[in-house]
């Protein structure tokens, strides 16, 4: 299993923009989530899906869409980039378990300039 | 609500010196807990976990015990290597919070030879 897999590693915008982040997971895991990671901030939840075809917002939802049309894929889009979207974007995927423990990627670091 | 407190790093120590890295939470119910790691340029990794009070989560030389009684969930480990230097996220879920995890803001790990 490659586990969860995000592309690409780094990207660099100008502001306005707009870009799709990829995450991938193939353990047939229904949760799936997105995090962005920012210095003193820790790790702050933009969205998740608890299934294909069901996603909800989490802390910091504007200025990214997300969509879940299969298991395996959850897309965060960014609309229109802008420099308060510098930082380190994280995607997650979680078996119903009693655990819920996170899987997580490896991580891509957006810079918008 | 829901809350996770770390303490402040970071954390400097010398090879082979203990580690405690102290970790409260503040939850419904009763939470499943967690230490993630993040090595330097890495997504975050599970490093242990524990779904029930008294439980001791243990992996790679680290142990933490769930006390309900303190609500604590204090990271340890007996002897630290140069390797171990890295990041340490406490978090905390439950059901009735969908999956998804409160975080703690980070506690940074420094090991020197």
């Known amino acids: 299993n490659a586990g969860v897999t995000q592309t690409p590693k780094f990207q660099v915008l100008k502001t306005g923009q707009s870009m799709t982040l990829q995450c991938a997971q193939d353990m047939n895991h229904e949760y799936m989530s997105w995090y962005r990671q920012d210095p003193g901030m820790g790790l702050r939840l933009i969205h998740y899906?608890?299934?294909?075809?069901?996603?909800d917002q989490g802390e910091v939802p504007n200025g990214y869409n997300v969509s879940r049309s299969t298991t395996e894929d959850f897309p965060l889009r960014l609309l229109s980039a802008a420099p308060s979207q510098t930082s380190v974007y994280f995607c997650?995927?979680?078996?119903?378990?009693?655990?819920?423990?996170?899987?997580f990627g490896p991580g891509t670091r957006l810079t918008v300039t | 609500g829901n809350s996770v407190t770390q303490m402040e790093g970071p954390v400097t120590l010398s090879e082979e010196a203990f580690l405690t890295i102290n970790c409260t939470y503040t939850a419904t119910g009763y939470p499943s807990l967690f230490w993630y790691v993040q090595y330097p340029g890495e997504g975050l990794q599970l490093l242990l976990k524990?779904?029930?009070a008294d439980d001791k989560g243990s992996n790679k030389g680290f142990e933490a015990t769930y006390r309900k009684e303190t609500t604590s969930f204090h990271l340890e480990k007996g002897s630290v290597q140069v390797s171990d230097s890295a990041v340490y996220f406490c978090?905390?879920?439950?059901?009735?919070?969908?999956?998804?995890?409160?975080w703690g803001l980070g506690t940074s790990l420094a090991v020197n030879p």
């Open positions: 524990a779904t029930k």
């Open positions: 978090a905390l879920t439950h059901a009735g919070n969908n999956r998804k995890l409160i």
């Open positions: 899906s608890v299934g294909a075809g069901i996603t």
């Open positions: 997650a995927s979680s078996y119903s378990s009693d655990s819920y423990e996170q899987y």
